[in-house]
Every structure is written in C-alpha cells, then in structure tokens.
C-alpha cells in the first residue's frame, strides 16, 4: 500500500505537503488527512454522531496499521464529544447521575477492551479482529437503520401514522432490581442494564476506535427509555470519558497513539461538523436515517470484501520488539 | 548530507593502519558520511563508500585481479512474519515465523556476480548474498537458519526488498583503477535508525585475502523523531498531553463556533 514509484517532478510536488507521522511511521498528505477529517466530521455533524466508526476505516483504507488507527482516532473522538458535550452543558441536556452510571461501565469496559487488543496484538490476530468486527457491527447496524429509514419514509409517504411504542409500556429490563431516579431525565430505572450498556460500548469502542454513539443512542432510547432531550448530550459525557481513558491506555501500553495525525484529524473534524450541523437541520429525518444506514453499511460491505478477496500478498512482517529502535 | 570526509578518512587511515595485521595486502576504505541525518522529509539518499587495496613489499607482484564484497548491515531487531490462509471463506494469518536479531537493512554489494568470485562454499562460509546471509529463525524451540527457499525466508527477504531496505547488487562496486574503488549506499526513506555495520572483504582467486570494517550511524531528527521517543519511553505523559490536547481542541472548537 505504499506509494508507487512516480516520476521524479510529482514527487517533488508531493513532498511539499507530505507530513511524516511519526508513530504510523508513514509519510501522508496532509490536506488528505484534513479532507478526511473535515468530511467525517461533516458527516458526524450531520447525523450527530462521533464519526469514528468512519475515521477509522478511513485511516486504514489509506494505509495506516489498523492498531495506530484505532488508537489515533480516540483522541480524536474526544476532541469533538468535549465540544459537543460542551454545548449540551450550557442547554443543560446532559443527565449528571445517568452519565455517572454509564461511566461506572464504561470505565471497567474500555480497560478491558485495551487489554483485549493488547492480547490480540500479540496474537497476531488484531487486524482481522478488527476488520470482522467491523462487519458485523456495521452490516447489522446499518441493515437495520437503512430498513428502519425505508419504512418510516414509505409510511410518511402513505401519510399513516408514526406508531412508536407507547412511553408509559414496561420491560422486563424495568423488573431489575437497584432502582435509581434520575431527576433530569425524568425516569426510575434500575443501574444494572444502564452499567451493562457503559460497559459494551466501552469494550467496543476501545477496540474497534469508536465512541459508539451510534449504537448507544438507540439502545438508551429503545432499551433504556431515555428521553430524547437528555440522550445526546449524556451519551457524549460517556463517549468523552471512555474516549480519554482509552487515549491514556493505548498510549501507556501499546505506545500506538500518534498526536501529529489525531491533532490533524481534531482541527478537520471539528471544523467539518459546525457545517455538518447545519446541512443536517435542512434533511427531513427519515431521509437523515436512510443515508445513515447506507453509510453505515456500505462501510461494513468494504470490509468484508477486504476479507473475502485473496490478498495481494499473503505474507507480512512485523517488529516484535528485541531491540527497540 | 554534509561531506565530512577528510576529518573521517584521517581517523579511518590511523585505525586501518594500527589494526593492520601482517597481510600481504591491506584495504582502506572510508564513507562519506559517518553521521547521516535524516529529517521529516527525507524521501532517500546515498552514502558513498570509497577506498583502495594497498598493496605492500610481500603482495606477489602479478596480483591484480581483485574482487570485493561490501557488507551493510543496520540496526537487529526481532521480526516476525506472518502468512495468511483462507480459513472460513476469510483470509486470516495462520501461521508465523520469528527472526531473531535479524538486521534492518542489510546491503551486499560486489563488483561481479558471487558465483564468479568465489565457490559455493566460500559464498556460504562468507555470506556472500541474500541467499547466504545468516537470518536466525525461530522454529518451535529450535533456532535456525532454513535452506534459502524457504517459504518465510523468501517472504521475508522479498519484503525487506520491496521496500529497499534489503538489496543485493553485484556490480554495484566499481574498479576506478586497478586498486581504487568505490560502491554508493542507498538509503530508502524508510531507514531504520542506529548504526550500520560495513564490512569491506577483498577476494582474490576465490579466496578472502583480508577484511576490514567501517560504521556510519543514522540519527533522525526533528518534531517527530520527538514525539516517536516520547511516547516509546514515556507513555504516561504522552498519553496525557494528547488527552489534553484533544479537550483543548475540542474545548476551542465550542468557543469559536459558539451560536447563541
């Protein structure tokens, strides 16, 4: 995947911009990483979502070890969760005791999700892990988005209405027992399926260099029942801590995080996601859902042609410690 | 790259000739750079090795036809390589080899081809090419090096080689005279840091007559050589100052675009 031998005048052109990173150990352009950025966060403002079940695909279509990807992309995540947790602070969006009990999950999720990548490193095994793990969250999550989106613009169309489950209906999962009240949200639920949730998206996001937003979101709503005026916002908080924690672990154990590329990937994202914002207040939201789900899937498709398709070449070295550099 | 030849020929000369046994001939050798710094964008390079074969009161005067073999051998690391299988209708690594201490660039440059300086022995006792260096295997509990065509070895080697950081050249080393020679050192862009072994041998009729030795070292400098050490050595703080650097960016990004 490295860059092909090309003629001497457009390698000159080239060096201009070209950035040497230092930890993916590879030279990129720097207005391709920034472009990457900007339209993911784009997308991410669009849809309200962290981007980085994008990002990192992204990153490693371009050439860059899936393990520096996933490891770059959760600082980068933080950057733009903090901007929007931020904002939904000041609306006072974002419930402080459900993201208290998120986190508890959260936390114990993502340092086991290090270590998991950590083990599967040394196995030799992460990348396809990675890879597999990628299609089936996205082909699944995207399947249903994209069915989810179909259906309610076929029902919009037919002008029938929009029959949601009515609020008031109760769960097995409101039968657990540790019940709290969570004031700003207006619900009394049980902590253990809220530290269940925390812990899965932890693990996942750790792994695979998500902040699972996308996923999170619809399972508070769904399972958990959150109101819509607090989920965005406390689903940030959860993303923002796990995505922190998860920078700190990967730095401290697999020495893979690479600032100079997450900081290029931050100033892109951020600045991508104000006009996102403002292109996605313009889309009805069942045709939001649709393009999402396509999205979601299409990436998940990628992957999974990677995995089928015979290599180019079935061989590959790695550094295995020894003598450090 | 600076030239700082003179300086390193004269301290090369006074080592040569200290170390200089009682051979019939002796080599002095000396490249043009000892200390090679390679920046952000650096996108490769060249050193230049040059010397000559002295020869002394008991070379045998009808001596001439002299061959060389220069050896560049860069920094060890532990290497494995991995092959990928179809298993499940899905390309996975399904098995691996680990090289021990096996060089991060290594070079053989020679002024004809091996098998018309010396026999097939003498290649393999010198390791004189690829195919002959040593590449310490791990094979279950047993170290070794394979047979040449190996699978993994030739994997190994082949990747090392698209990525010019493994090369063999056997005209790469230039007679000026019959006694003075020079051979260029690629260097990719993607050399690894350290110091770099050379090891000069002067055949003649198939034989090693004598051998010296010379190094260079590569140093990468700059920002990111900075950060590549910091988060190696020092990942705690790494890892803070990028945490901090994302809730700065972040915490930025919501002023600047503040709306209400």
């Not at chain 1, 027992?177 to 700003?184: D, N, T, V």
């Not at chain 2, 036809?65 to 690594?93: C, E, H, Q």
């Not at chain 2, 699978?151 to 698209?162: C, D, G, I, N, W």
Request: net charge positive.
């Amino acid at each position: 995947m490295r860059p092909c031998a090309c003629a001497a005048a457009n390698r000159e052109e080239a060096t201009r911009v070209q950035l040497y990173l230092p930890i993916a150990d590879i030279p990129v352009n720097v207005f391709l990483i920034l472009a990457m950025g900007a339209a993911v966060g784009f997308v991410s403002g669009m849809f309200g979502i962290g981007g980085g079940f994008l990002m990192t695909p992204l990153l490693i279509f371009v050439g860059i070890a899936p393990a520096v990807a996933v490891a770059s992309v959760a600082s980068h995540i933080a950057a733009s969760s903090f901007s929007g947790a931020i904002s939904y602070w000041r609306r006072r969006a974002i419930d402080p005791l459900l993201a208290a009990v998120l986190l508890v999950g959260g936390t114990a999720g993502t340092a086991l999700g290090v270590w998991t990548f950590t083990y599967l490193r040394s196995l030799g095994q992460l990348d396809l892990m990675i890879a597999l793990s990628y299609v089936i969250l996205l082909t699944t999550v995207g399947g249903l988005m994209f069915w989810e989106g179909l259906r309610a613009m076929l029902r919009a169309r037919r002008g029938g209405a929009v029959t949601l489950r009515k609020p008031g209906s109760h769960g097995w999962i409101h039968g657990l027992p540790l019940k709290l009240r969570f004031k700003r949200s207006k619900i009394y639920l049980s902590v253990i399926p809220i530290v269940v949730v925390g812990l899965v998206i932890g693990f996942i996001g750790a792994i695979m260099g998500i902040g699972g937003g996308f996923i999170l979101v619809p399972l508070m709503i769904y399972l958990l029942r959150v109101p819509t005026s607090t989920v965005i916002g406390t689903s940030m908080v959860l993303t923002l801590v796990t995505m922190v924690i998860a920078t700190m672990l990967h730095a401290m154990t697999n020495h893979l995080v690479d600032a100079v590329l997450a900081l290029i990937l931050m100033v892109g994202g951020v600045t991508g996601a104000q006009f996102g914002a403002r292109a996605g207040q313009k889309i009805r939201g069942e045709h939001l859902r649709l393009l999402l789900g396509l999205l979601v899937l299409a990436v998940g498709i990628r992957f999974a042609v990677e995995l089928v398709i015979r290599p180019q070449d079935l061989y590959s070295i790695r550094e295995s410690g020894g003598v450090p550099p | 790259m600076r030239l700082r030849a003179p300086l390193a020929i004269i301290g090369l000369l006074t080592l040569t000739l200290a170390a200089a046994p009682a051979h019939a001939e002796r080599l002095i050798v000396s490249v043009s750079n000892h200390r090679v710094t390679v920046t952000p964008n650096y996108s490769g390079g060249e050193l230049v090795l040059f010397g000559s074969v002295e020869k002394d009161a008991e070379t045998p005067a009808n001596r001439g036809n002299y061959d060389l073999v220069v050896t560049v051998s860069g920094p060890r690391a532990d290497m494995v390589t991995r092959r990928k299988a179809r298993r499940f209708g899905i390309w996975i690594n399904t098995d691996s080899r680990q090289f021990l201490e096996v060089p991060g660039y290594l070079a053989l440059f020679s002024n004809r081809p091996f098998d018309e300086i010396a026999s097939a022995d003498v290649q393999r006792r010198q390791q004189l090419g690829l195919n002959n260096v040593l590449l310490m295997q791990r094979v279950g509990s047993d170290y070794a090096d394979v047979v040449p065509n190996d699978a993994f070895r030739s994997a190994f080697v082949r990747l090392r080689s698209e990525h010019g950081l493994y090369r063999e050249a056997t005209s790469a080393v230039t007679f000026l005279t019959p006694t003075l020679f020079r051979t260029g050192i690629p260097l990719p862009a993607e050399v690894p840091i350290g110091i770099y072994n050379v090891e000069i041998k002067l055949f003649t009729d198939g034989a090693l007559v004598t051998k010296t030795e010379t190094a260079f070292e590569i140093v990468k400098v700059g920002f990111e050589q900075f950060v590549a050490i910091t988060a190696r050595q020092n990942g705690f703080a790494y890892g803070l100052v990028t945490a901090f650097m994302a809730l700065m960016t972040g915490w930025m990004a919501s002023i600047v675009f503040r709306k209400d």
